[in-house]
């Protein structure tokens, strides 16, 4: 097995099993891969549990630690998805939120595990591209928002809309 140069690297209380099987499940482009168990007994586990699983999201290399609760999620760290439109921006976030997450403010939601997830409309990313009073307006849409509503992005990019 060839192992990536880079690979983010996901500290969980327990679940990295679980989380990783959830997230093959849902984020496309994402796959379970090998489960390796704790060769002797450690902070929180046992011999023979799992203690690390590679995963991939999105493409992206990943590698889930079950290393107990010392180190818990914070925002400083999120997976950023490009959605193409409101029904997929839709259907990621409410899978997420809908097992036991969290909604947030601007896109952002956590998921059960705690780790926080944006999921970004290329469209509001196309806005920040194009700068000035576009980008602006973008944002200032943005802010109002917990899940991304594409359809407000767009009417504040052309100038339309509340203001």
């Known amino acids: 097995m060839e192992i990536a140069k880079n690979t983010i690297c996901i500290w969980y209380d327990k679940d990295a099993e679980a989380a990783a099987r959830f997230y093959a499940g849902v ?35 990943c590698f889930g630690i079950n290393g107990g609760p010392a180190f818990p999620q914070t925002e400083a760290f999120s997976f950023q998805i490009a959605t193409e439109d409101q029904a997929e921006t839709d259907r990621l976030w409410h899978a997420i939120v809908s097992n036991g997450g969290q909604e947030s403010e ?26 000035g009073e576009e980008a602006a307006r973008a944002i200032a849409a943005m802010m109002t928002m917990r899940k991304i509503d594409v359809a407000a992005i767009d009417a504040a990019r052309r100038g339309e809309g509340p203001g």
């Open 27 to 61: 984020i496309p482009d994402s796959s379970l891969g090998k489960l390796y168990h704790a060769p002797v007994d450690y902070p929180g586990g046992k011999k023979g549990d799992v203690l690390t699983v590679g995963f991939t999201i999105a493409g992206i290399p």
């Open 106 to 131: 601007c896109g952002w939601c956590k998921d059960r595990w705690g780790v926080s997830w944006q999921f970004t409309p290329r469209t509001l990313t196309e806005a920040l591209a194009a700068g």
